[in-house]
């Protein structure tokens, strides 16, 4: 595989957004969308911006995810395409959810120029907030050894922080502190670089082979933890005691970049039922939790968006009772991708599962029918 | 029944072969328990997972969904579709140990009446062995 | 002259007391109160019919997870209940369910409405991990002393509003003792007479002494000054606004939470708001930069023009920020202002009209040029 090594002098973040300048003053793109520092400096913002002054207060790897840049993506373009080509900088999981929203047909990619970054992890927004300074040194920590206890919990087990399916990818692995990567990934890559005079002779070795040996760590990692977790949140009543404390809020669905849906169907009239509808199954029951419908809330949005998670952890930011909620839809997503050999946000031409079907598959969950069932007589019908 | 619990049982069928299967058996006076309740969806392939959820968790401990056989479907594919979907709602049922075992998916044509009723009587039999579904007692679901 | 019901048992085991009889009188089929779910200390609101379940109930738990005028309305909104339910809730939550009935939103037929003189409640953040079940005797101490308990939501420290108004059924919390001998409940309308008769305990009438409630209030009063001290929403502009509400996610957690927004479809959720290529492209050439998704704080500011007539102070907006704006002193002192000019109070009186719909033919003539 061939890239750029490009030397830093100060810090890589300055490298890149002098890269990112230098893309906007030759028209490479009309608009770049990336984070910057809120004004009050605790935390950050998606940002569509013109004018390359702005990019001072940008970061192209900020320490937090307060909006999901799928999200950004989505509003961008989810009535029409964008008639002037916009550069996007995000990270791995964001670009994965935004090519999993153009299968679900809520984003357009046509004149978006995808750039992503490895990721090392990012921290819960509220921790950040309380105190951006000691954020701000965690953050250094977690690139540094490319992890650490301060991130969210799924970015401590996760498998795809590096090569996804982007234009361009800005490689930090495996090159000293010296040195970052530019890595095209597809044409439109390849003719950016081509364009800024950077030329694509340097060997990527270095880069594969530290992003391999780290995803097989964080693989053994993520086959622990979803063990333990599984442990602890199997059957009706350890998980109803994680789920004890939702308030069915929906937080955790409105921050998701995947629940695109405009009237979620868990606040749709569906749900909205007549009093005695409420009473009957109060007295069936001897009580109804309120609001109701908590536990088939969750396990509904896990049956709508749970093929094209990718374990983000937004969700689990948003809850304001703390609930694992990444966790565990992560450990859910997983064994439903890996039943369908899924892998949200991989290829962008792979259909969504439940768009597409063989005719020869899951023939274990037919019940078979082998032998006449013989039934002792049923008293008069 | 003689041993006192009776499980209630939704059987989802197909509007086509389905209930095609359900009128067969009514044909040929073929009886079914009384506890098996069908419920008739346009296609199976129309029928969501929230339903089958929402089912096991309001008081049914069992959900069996009956359609055409693959390559019958009224709607071309609406029965493989049904397939993924099952096989989606199983596999996080079985993640989260919710009781995968409650739900049975075989497909059924319009005249096979006598498969119908078995799978009716097979499928009540069996969950009432398994006993009542653990989420149908909780009040704070 | 009131009428008071009075129990000999604690305050703790009377309201208990009280709603098993209503359950096993059959004069009411189920009561929405909050009730113990987890090992832990989780509590969450449930509509029990069966009067054995009544033993895990917490009614007066200094909680709050959803505000019951939003639960009620789920209950009542297709129509009014069929057979007659008890809530327990408390006086904001009450304020925010008669203000939706202004809007259509449900209807008070066959609810008897029980409510107590309110202490506050803690935010959802220290009810995690059971510290809430912590603090409890200091709390109940606090409410005896008459003082403010120190760590309660901040508009509850500051809420005037501590004394329900419509509620058929108040139970004397403030200054009395939770754990105690004696339990008394005030029995305020016709309707809870009823709904007692038959109820073991002495039904007395009794003068209520209202200078130590006055006393209270002025504490309330005085934390509310100093709350509002704090963050100087009149002198925000708009280089604190952006400071404040910079940081906001655009999650819409605190219209899901807040009793007053109903709509079904907001209008930021709706196409009205999206923006199509073309309009961020005409916006780029007017300014450098543009924030995506857009309009964080046109979203604040017309949810505030939206609410703030009607806004109760309870509190869930500030519990469900993610990134902890205080969003719920903003609004309440929005609230405040609005109201007071309008001089309405949301939530006193069920026949009093909103102020958006009615008008005087004098009135506001400062605005008239």
């Known amino acids: 595989m061939k890239g750029a090594k490009i030397l830093v002098d100060n810090n890589r973040e300055e490298v890149i957004l002098e890269f990112l300048k230098k893309g906007l003053d030759r028209t490479c793109f009309d608009a770049i969308l990336i984070p910057l520092k809120v004004p009050s400096e605790d935390s950050f913002a998606y940002v569509l911006l013109k004018n390359p002054s702005l990019l001072d207060r940008a970061s192209a790897l900020p320490p937090v995810m307060p909006v999901q840049g799928a999200k950004a993506l989505y509003s961008l373009t989810k009535q029409g395409k964008f008639k002037q080509k916009v550069a996007i900088v995000m990270r791995p999981c964001e670009i994965r959810a935004g090519i999993e929203l153009y299968k679900l047909k809520q984003t357009e990619l046509e004149n978006i120029f995808l750039i992503s970054i490895d990721c090392p992890g990012v921290l819960p927004l509220s921790d950040y907030i309380k105190d951006p300074e000691k954020g701000t040194d965690a953050f250094k920590e977690t690139v540094v ?112 970049p995947i629940c695109y849906c405009r009237e979620c169907y868990f606040d749709s009239d569906a749900m909205k039922l007549y009093p005695e509808n409420y009473l009957m199954r109060a007295k069936n029951k001897g009580g109804l939790r309120f609001p109701p419908d908590t536990l088939l809330f969750h396990l509904g949005r896990m049956s709508h968006m749970v093929f094209s998670c990718v374990s983000c952890g937004t969700c689990e930011d948003a809850c304001p009772v703390s609930i694992p909620i990444a966790q565990v839809f992560a450990l859910v997503a997983d064994n439903a991708q890996e039943l369908f050999h899924y892998v949200p946000g991989e290829n962008i031409e792979e259909p969504h599962p439940l768009a597409t079907y063989k005719e020869e598959e899951f023939r274990d969950i037919e019940m078979p029918y082998v032998e006449t069932y013989t039934k002792k007589e049923m008293k008069d019908g | 029944m003689e041993n006192g619990f009776e499980p209630k049982i939704i059987y989802f069928m197909c509007s086509w072969c389905g209930t095609g299967g359900a009128e067969t058996a009514s044909a040929h006076h073929l009886y079914y328990p009384e506890n098996v309740r069908p419920f008739r969806v346009n296609c199976t392939g129309s029928l969501s997972t929230v339903h089958i959820l929402r089912a096991l968790m309001e008081g049914a401990d069992g959900v069996v969904i009956s359609g055409c056989h693959p390559g019958d479907c009224h709607y071309n594919d609406g029965n493989f579709l049904a397939r993924r979907k099952i096989a989606l709602t199983k596999s996080i049922l079985d993640t989260l140990g919710l009781g995968t075992e409650r739900i049975w998916f075989r497909y059924v044509a319009h005249g096979e009446g006598k498969r119908y009723v078995d799978t009716a009587s097979e499928f009540s039999d069996y969950i009432k062995n398994l006993g009542p579904n653990p989420l149908k007692a909780r009040n704070d679901l | 002259m009131a009428k008071v019901l009075e129990l000999g048992k604690s305050i703790d085991e009377g309201v208990r007391a009280l709603l098993r009889f209503l359950l096993e009188s059959g004069k009411i089929k189920g009561v929405l109160t909050l009730t113990k779910i987890s090992r832990d200390d989780d509590v969450a609101y449930s509509l029990i019919t069966n009067s054995e379940l009544v033993e895990d109930t917490v009614p007066l738990y200094p909680l709050m997870p959803s505000n019951t005028a939003k639960l009620l309305t789920r209950l009542t909104l297709l129509e009014p209940m069929t057979e007659p339910i008890a809530a327990v809730v408390k006086p904001c939550e009450l304020r925010g369910f008669i203000e939706l009935i202004k809007l259509n939103q449900g209807s008070l037929e066959n609810i008897l409405f029980i409510s107590s003189t309110c202490g506050g409640v803690y935010s959802l953040k220290t009810a995690e991990k059971g510290n809430v079940g912590e603090k409890l005797p200091q709390y109940w101490e606090s409410i005896k002393k008459m003082e403010v308990p120190p760590d309660v939501r901040p508009t509850c420290k500051g809420c005037k509003y501590f004394l329900p108004y419509s509620a058929d059924i108040t139970v004397d919390l403030i200054g009395k003792e939770y754990n105690g001998k004696k339990c008394e409940i005030l029995i305020n309308t016709q309707k809870g007479e009823e709904f007692i008769s038959g109820m073991e305990g002495e039904l007395k009438e009794v003068e209520i002494p209202t200078e130590y409630i006055d006393s209270y209030r002025n504490k309330r009063l005085a934390e509310r000054e100093k709350i509002f001290n704090e963050i100087r929403v009149e002198k925000f502009g708009l280089e604190e606004l952006i400071n404040i509400f910079g940081k906001c996610i655009g999650c819409h957690g605190c219209r899901t939470v807040c009793p007053i927004c109903y709509c079904k479809l907001c209008y930021f959720d709706s196409r009205e708001s999206d923006y199509k290529p073309i309009n961020f492209e005409t916006e780029l050439e007017r300014k450098d930069g543009m924030r995506i998704p857009p309009d964080t704080i046109l979203y604040q500011i017309v949810r505030l023009t939206h609410i703030s007539t009607s806004c109760v102070g309870c509190g869930m907006c500030s519990d469900i920020c993610p990134v902890d704006i205080p969003l719920s002193i903003i609004f309440s002192m929005m609230g405040e202002s609005v109201q007071g000019m309008f001089e309405y109070v949301p939530g006193k009186n069920v026949e009093e009209k909103m102020p958006l719909i009615t008008f005087k033919t004098e009135e506001f003539v400062e605005l008239e040029l």
């Not at chain 1, 004890?244 to 669905?253: D, E, G, Q, R, V």
């Open chain 1, 145 to 256: 050894q490319w992890g650490s206890e301060f991130t969210r919990p799924v970015c401590k087990i996760c498998t795809r922080f590096s090569m996804v399916a982007s234009d361009l990818h800005i490689g930090l692995l495996g090159a000293e502190d010296r040195n970052i990567f530019l890595i095209p990934r597809s044409e439109k890559g390849e003719n950016l670089l081509e364009s800024l005079d950077i030329s694509l002779e340097n060997d990527m070795e270095s880069w594969v082979t530290k992003v391999k040996e780290l995803q097989e760590e964080r693989k053994k990692k993520r086959e622990q933890e979803h063990k333990g977790l599984k442990s602890k949140i199997e059957g009706p009543d350890k998980f109803l005691e994680t789920f004890s404390k939702c308030i069915n809020c929906h937080n955790c669905m409105r921050v998701c």
